[in-house]
């Protein structure tokens, strides 16, 4: 299983920026895509998850209303995209997306993208 994560970059505060992650590799339905970030000198964080259907998400508290994950359609399922709006400059981090395999209780983990919020 591979994860590749795009979509980050510069943002001014109260922009916008939306990060993308691909998961390939032979992967059963059942699991959670996450996206995590972790700022200079912190600990790793989850910010959203959400479920293989979609029908279940989860947010930081500080990212609520502001962040949207979502997943891709039928044919690209294992895609997820985390949808950042009103970005402040506490938001930047570098971002990794994640994928957890029930079946196999498993991480697997993409590199990581900077998000770096500044005016």
């Known amino acids: 299983v591979q994860l590749q994560a795009c979509g980050g970059g510069l943002a001014q505060p109260g922009g916008s920026l939306r990060l993308a992650c691909a998961a390939s590799?032979?992967?059963?339905?059942?699991?959670?895509m996450r996206w995590y970030r972790q700022a200079p000198g912190e600990q790793r964080e989850l910010v959203a998850s959400?479920?293989?259907?979609?029908?279940?998400?989860?947010?930081k508290d500080s990212v609520k209303g502001r962040f949207t994950i979502s997943r891709g359609n039928a044919k690209n399922k294992n895609t997820a995209y985390l949808q950042m709006s009103s970005l402040k400059p506490e938001d930047t981090a570098v971002y990794y997306c994640?994928?957890?395999?029930?079946?196999?209780?498993?991480?697997?983990w993409g590199q990581g993208t900077q998000v770096t919020v500044s005016s």
């Open positions: 959400i479920s293989y259907r979609g029908g279940s998400t989860i947010y």
């Open positions: 994640n994928i957890y395999v029930g079946l196999w209780g498993r991480d697997y």
């Open positions: 590799g032979s992967i059963p339905s059942i699991n959670v």
